[in-house]
């Protein structure tokens, strides 16, 4: 086996692993952070050992799906043989927007953004699909696998913060008191998502370009 075959199988075990925590952790997990927000909103005192705890415990878990997304995306980068310096660029900026991700809360203005935001996607979209509608070349002839590995990962963390939303921003429990609670939560997530999605359609719109031809 090669030492880049063996690398890349090491890094999808270790994306798998942190996959199946962040699986396990809707049972092991989500319950108590819930059950924290409910004694948020009602205004119960919480036990700081006990709320250090469950901190722990849900900041591993809501990390476990953004570093093993990574870890997968990481290994097939290298089955894919794309250039090292796409490969370091995608790292550092994967890193960058897991930690800015980490951040509780980001600061407005929020309507401005999201219109602005809106709109450079929809642009994006356009240029996405419009190249191979107006000239009839396929998607796959554009500039490589890679950015669309790289648009997939952001699509990715696109789909937890979704799924984020559903169930701990308490979307689908709007009169609960963990909604009530999660309010800033809510907010801050769906700032996240807007973010992903315009990576991911950057990084799209980006693979769908003719390739470069070599000097």
């Keep these: 086996m090669s030492p880049s075959a063996k690398s890349q199988r090491i890094w999808f075990l270790i994306g798998l692993v942190l996959m199946t925590y962040c699986v396990l952790g809707n049972w092991l997990v989500l319950p108590g952070y819930r059950r924290h927000l409910a004694h948020v909103g009602g205004g119960e005192a919480v ?23 990574l870890c997968l995306a990481w290994a097939a980068l290298v089955a894919g043989d794309g250039p090292r310096t796409f490969r370091r660029w995608f790292l550092a900026g994967a890193v960058v927007w897991i930690g800015l991700w980490a951040i509780p809360a980001l600061p407005g203005p929020y309507r401005a953004f999201f219109a602005v935001t809106g709109v450079l996607i929809m642009g994006l979209i356009l240029i996405a699909f419009g190249r191979a509608a107006l000239t009839g070349q396929a998607f796959a002839d554009g500039r490589g696998p890679h950015w669309r590995i790289a648009a997939a990962f952001f699509f990715a963390l696109a789909t937890w913060d979704i799924c984020g939303l559903g169930s701990v921003g308490g979307i689908l429990d709007p009169d609960g008191v963990a909604r009530a609670a999660s309010q800033t939560l809510v907010v801050t997530q769906t700032t996240k998502l807007i973010v992903e999605l ?16 070599p000097a």
Excluded at 48 to 65: D, E, N, Q
């Design 47 to 69: 036990p700081a050992l006990t709320l250090i705890w469950g901190a722990a415990r849900t900041i591993v878990w809501m990390l476990s799906f953004h570093l093993g997304a």
């Design 198 to 213: 315009a990576l991911a359609w950057a990084l799209t719109a980006i693979a769908a370009l003719p390739a470069r031809k």
